[in-house]
């Protein structure tokens, strides 16, 4: 009898992966303010959890009815709370797209859920906000990049570079979903392609944007330019908007994997394998920039401009195909950053770009515009003001210290971290 208590026990849910389903029923049912009697149960499939409950009370409570969550793992597997199937009180089977929301929303209640069984060292907590801080940091420090790129060759600031992720990032997805649909691959196989896709789109609109809205104005005051490069984001926000429509592109997690680093008690720090991805795609994007401008003819002559553009042209430089590779480049480093975007939020719209290329501008201010490693440095920064502002405090407040912070900057060093009165991309 003992034996058979102790395998009855065993034959009961994870209560983790229960709390999590528990979690999700706002979302499974129609209204859970009215739910009483729940309970949870093992499914009859491995790593099932089955939630019972009843509307209201009395005769006329409708019967028990069910949501059932199926998850890839155990306790002992890194896949614990990944979702693979949730079944909802119609008796319907969530579609693929209404799964990968649903994931999202798990990751968000991961940090509600886990902090209510236990409560992290100070240590490990500061170690799990800075693992979180890994994407924001990459994101700003690429379009930083191009920021500093084009204003150390011209000394003007092409503000569309929101608008060149955002376009980064919706083509990557865009490209996700062809490819999966025409040829059936997994999303991590469309991937590579749909990459390439969004540098050579970034590249492209950079190219573009100085053919269009700068050349002719960039000889003149720098406002000139200013008032073009607004101009051009807003036709940029207006051209996806009419094509594409209002709607958001969604980009699913492709690589749901974890890696403990650390942990005490029930509190693991994780590290995902997405965000591996994201710092591997922009350390070779930061790689290449480097070769280019130190070892190449193309990065002779781009800092050779960004010194003197006077004596470059009487050496027999072609200023204006200088100054159209640095807008293409940097639209090629505005591209990965629309891929990091799209990876890490997951939707894009129209509107996506505004607020993530001004906060990069001010990373660019901040490190020193003109400065390639500076603008690195400066995306760095403000992603880990950003991330660590909203784990230490309110979060409503957060934007209000970045650009606290760029005011700073400016009354007190002017110049940024590593920029100096004159720095040609250095």
Known sequence: MLALALLAACGGPDRRQADYCLALLPALTDGAADLTEVRTAAGGRPHEVVVHYHRGSGADDGGEQTVSCLFAGDATSADRFRLLAVQAESG?????????????????LR???????TRPSPGLYFLQTLVNALSVCCLYALLSLGYSLVFGVIE?????FGELAMLGGMTAGLLVGAQTTAFGWSLVAALPI???????CGGLYGWAANR???????????????????????????????????????????????????????????????????????????????IVMSRTTVGLRLRAVADDPAMARLLGI????????????????????????????????????????????????????GSLPGAVLGGILIGLVETFWSGYLDGTWRDVAVFALL???L?????????????PLG
């Open 318 to 369: 072609d200023n204006a195909r200088v100054i159209a590779t640095a807008f293409a480049l940097g639209g090629v480093a505005a591209g990965a950053a629309g891929v990091i975007l799209s990876l890490h939020y997951g939707g894009l719209n129209f509107f996506t770009g505004v607020q993530v290329g001004f906060k990069a501008l001010v990373a660019a201010i901040v490190g020193g515009v």
């Open 156 to 160: 003007r600031f092409n503000l569309a």
């Open 212 to 290: 269009m809205a700068v050349q002719s104005l960039r000889d003149g005051s720098g406002h000139g330019v200013m008032i073009a490069t607004i101009g051009l984001s807003i036709a940029l926000q207006e051209g996806v908007r009419l094509l594409h429509g209002a709607r958001e592109v969604w980009l699913p997690i492709l690589l749901p994997q974890r890696f403990a680093l650390a942990g005490e008690g029930d509190w693991v720090v994780w590290l995902g394998a997405q965000p591996l991805a994201v710092a591997g795609l922009a350390l070779a994007v930061f790689g290449v920039l480097q």
């Open 92 to 108: 319907q089977t969530l579609s693929e797209v209404q799964l990968a929301i649903l994931r999202i929303w798990v990751e968000r």
């Open 194 to 200: 749909a990459t390439l896709g969004a540098l050579a």
């Open 411 to 423: 009354i007190f060093r002017p110049q940024g971290l590593l920029g100096r009165r004159r720095d």
């Open 111 to 117: 940090g509600v859920t886990e902090a209510r069984h």
């Open 407 to 409: 005011a700073l900057f």
